[in-house]
């Protein structure tokens, strides 16, 4: 059995801080699964196809639908992506169950760790029929090839390192993960970037216990064994979901939410780029 390097779910996975803003994107279907859709468009953007590309988002155990993801994913289309953010919770989300009387989260969370990938296997299929064609297009950055690129945060980043053991992938990014094993780092074919928590020197601010040092340490060591492309930026004083759980209204957990996202955004303007030379 492969060591586990990102434990399951736990209390920090549960914690949020509702954001503001009204969402630009819309619920589509893709092979039955409810899909959160949204594409520069939204933002008056007039590219060619499905702008620079097509990033797959997958949430937290809030769900897709929940406004924290919705902004998220609209900041990537804002900045030229289609992005398709499935709902393999089937509509629910921890804010259904957690702090409830009666209702025990941890129970909740187990049936749709078993679900989730059973649903996004045929999602998958259907996504790649429907976007998977790659192609050169011209915009404001340049040439950039439209391939599949996967996003997750928490729950999701088993499902971005399922993306990235294929060729199809262009890059990965994932925030604060969960259930993550040795052999998820040693199946990545594809670039990945890793956005985590790191230690600091405020007792109250010690980083991700779900995905802790020599975890880090760890993956590194493999991806390095693999010769795969990485990043990984640790963010000291953030916690478990910061990228898109924190509190804006805190300065550094604003600008730590903001800079994971623009990193992503780079990271695949950056390997779109390359793989269009």
Known sequence: MSTQLAGA??????KTVHHVGEARGSAVEIAGVRTYAVTPAAFGHKLEGHGKGVILYFSDIFNAFYINAQLTMDYFAENGYTVLGIDY??????????????KDWKAWVEPHVK???????????QVRKRYGACRLVTCSRGRILIRLGGAGNCFGAPFVMNVLAQDWAIAGAF????YLTEDDFKRVRRPL???????????????????PPESRRRAVDILIEGKM????VLYGGLEHGFATRGDP???NQRWGKEHAALSAVAWFDHHGSVNSA
């Open 9 to 14: 779910c736990g209390d920090c996975c549960v």
């Open 89 to 102: 919770l089937n509509g629910e989300s921890a804010l259904d169950v957690f702090g409830v009387p009666g």
């Open 115 to 125: 679900r989730a990938p059973e649903v996004t296997k045929p999602w998958l299929e």
């Open 175 to 178: 925030a604060h993960p969960t």
């Open 193 to 211: 970037l890793m956005l985590v928590p790191g230690p600091h020197w405020r007792p109250s601010a010690d980083g991700d216990f779900l995905f």
């Open 229 to 232: 492309e990485y990043s990984l």
């Open 249 to 251: 209204n805190v300065p």
